[in-house]
Structure formats: structure tokens, C-alpha cells
């Protein structure tokens, strides 16, 4: 198993990438600082103004669900 996408993000950071499977109503996020994190990680761009995953984005987002499961139970 590779872990070219094992990324250690914050709550934070997995619910605005969670957040951003769907499209942006209104394109604003309240946690500016959050998505400014996920853009150097290259998880997220920001094309005029709205913020969207990037591929390796959705990836770490499949990866990362499994563990997430397990923290919440």
C-alpha cells in the first residue's frame, strides 16, 4: 500500500475538504486559513475566487474516509 497520500490533517481540513465534494453556493468559506493550508498541500485550488478540490485532493479524501470512520466510532 503506498502512502503517497497519507496526509495528518486537522478536523478543520478533512471538513472543508469534505465540504468541497459539492459544488459552493455562495463560494465563501468562514475558515480562509483552512483552505489557504489545503492549497499548500496542493489538495485544493482557487480558481477566481472559489476554492475546488484538485485530484490528488479527492484522493487523499477516499483514502483518508476509511480512517475517519474509525475515529468516530
Do not use: H
Amino acid at each position: 500500500m503506498s502512502n503517497d497520500f497519507d496526509f495528518d490533517l486537522s478536523s478543520d481540513q478533512w471538513e472543508v475538504l469534505k465540504a468541497l465534494r459539492n459544488p459552493v453556493s455562495n463560494g465563501r468559506f468562514s475558515k480562509v486559513y483552512v483552505i489557504e493550508g489545503l492549497v499548500k498541500l496542493g489538495l485544493v485550488v482557487v480558481n477566481d475566487g472559489v476554492p475546488a478540490m484538485t485530484p490528488t485532493g479527492r484522493k487523499v479524501l477516499v483514502r483518508g474516509s476509511c480512517r475517519l470512520l474509525d475515529v468516530a466510532a
